[in-house]
């Protein structure tokens, strides 16, 4: 390929289409390329750690290939067909690069496959802002795996003087380089780079990205803009599942951008209550849009988004087709929450449920600011009928 249009093996600065997918045109960093593929072609050899992670002797783990990027460099991790890794814990793999875009290679079985098994709390944390898993296989291989992704974050006592954070109390949680960070008087891209002194973690100096001065203030540390699109999560049976793809945090604002598009969610769990998305504060910026899943029956939960009491603003919901035999939607079956002051849009999305009695596919009372155009969802219980506009039409 001419050097103008990709300089690989480097990175891709002029972006990569594969079969249709745009898959690096906002990742002006590095490429390193992962694969434990017993299939090794000529002139390559096999994953390795040891391995400097170029095409022909990639790193053998995903979690190797996280820890070689740079916080903030728009890295991409090529995972290539046939790499298969398990999630025991919640150390296998990290998510603290911010900025790295993971790309899975190949289809069907032959996507980079990650088996969570051992443990209900074998998941990946999500530590740092802006990172991307795009085409990979998450399988569900446990009972009750309590989430596939969970997120990070912080709230510390903290000041800026140019390029360093100066934490001084940590009131909750843990800091991460690569948190985006929240505060008044803090430059919206804000993220921490290094850590410089200090507890790790903890009371102590980091090096952040964007230079400026803030006073003594509440800062929030978190994953703003995580991302999972095309992705499929699936579990083994209706016992070895999965309960929730991706967990938000408990501080307010650390979890805003978070976007969920174009995955495919296959929930067999009836153990336990399971939903897709599981937000418990206060969030901007959400957007669900153009997946598909199908949930075994558990009357009254939530199968894509159940959000507590949080106020979600600037929230999309959009061009979703889901289904969840529920003979009950109390709370909705497959938006609930209680926050009265949403704003956003759900449009275009097709729910399908049996509920004879309510048929309410999203909890009631969440504003005049958020508005609804063109759902579908069955009101009356009937299984052999197309939906209804629902809520319904005026």
């Known amino acids: 390929m001419p050097s103008s249009v990709t300089n690989f093996p480097s990175s891709f ?22 694969s434990n593929s017993p299939v090794i072609q000529a002139g390559n050899v096999a994953g390795s750690d040891n391995n400097p992670g170029t095409f022909q002797r990639p790193f053998a783990t995903l979690n190797k290939a996280i820890s070689i990027c740079l916080q903030g460099n728009g890295d991409i991790i090529l995972v290539k067909p046939g790499h298969v890794e398990n999630i025991s814990n919640a150390t296998t793999l990290l998510a603290n690069c911010a900025g790295v875009a993971v790309i899975g290679l190949g289809a069907g079985l032959q996507r980079p496959t990650f088996i969570f098994d051992t443990a209900t709390t074998a998941n990946i944390p999500v530590r740092s802002a802006s990172m991307s898993f795009q085409n990979c296989l998450f399988i569900a291989n446990f009972a009750d795996i309590a989430s596939f992704f969970t997120a990070q974050r912080a709230s510390v006592t903290a000041s800026i003087a140019t390029t360093v954070l100066t934490v001084t109390v940590v009131g909750s949680g843990t800091i991460y380089p690569g948190a985006s960070l929240k505060g008044t008087g803090v430059k919206p891209g804000t993220i921490i780079l290094s850590q410089l002194t200090g507890t790790t973690g903890g009371v102590g100096t980091y090096a952040v990205n964007l230079s400026q001065t803030v006073a003594s203030t509440t800062v929030t540390c978190g994953c703003d803009d995580f991302n999972l699109e095309a992705n499929e999560f699936r579990d083994t049976s209706s016992v070895l599942n999965a309960l929730t793809v991706f967990t938000g945090s408990a501080t307010a604002n650390c979890n805003d951008g978070f976007r969920f598009a174009k995955n495919k969610v296959t929930s067999l769990g009836t153990t336990a209550a399971t939903t897709a998305i599981v937000l418990s504060t206060d969030a901007q910026r959400i957007e669900v849009s153009d997946n598909t899943g199908v949930s075994a029956v558990l009357n009254d939960t939530a199968a894509v988004l159940a959000a507590g009491a949080a106020q979600l603003t600037q929230f999309y919901l959009l061009r979703n087709v889901w289904e969840r035999p529920n003979t009950s939607s109390t709370g909705g079956s497959f938006v609930s929450g209680s926050g009265n002051a949403w704003t956003g849009h759900a449009a275009d999305n097709y729910f399908y449920q049996v509920d004879a009695s309510a048929g309410i596919w999203i909890s009631t009372g969440h504003g005049a600011a958020f508005g609804y155009s063109n759902n579908f969802s069955p009101i009356t219980g009937a299984v052999d009928k197309s939906a209804l506009i629902n809520p319904a039409a005026v």
């Open 13 to 34: 600065a002029a972006g990569l289409t594969l079969r249709g997918l745009p898959i690096l045109q906002t990742q002006p960093g590095k490429a390193y390329w992962v």
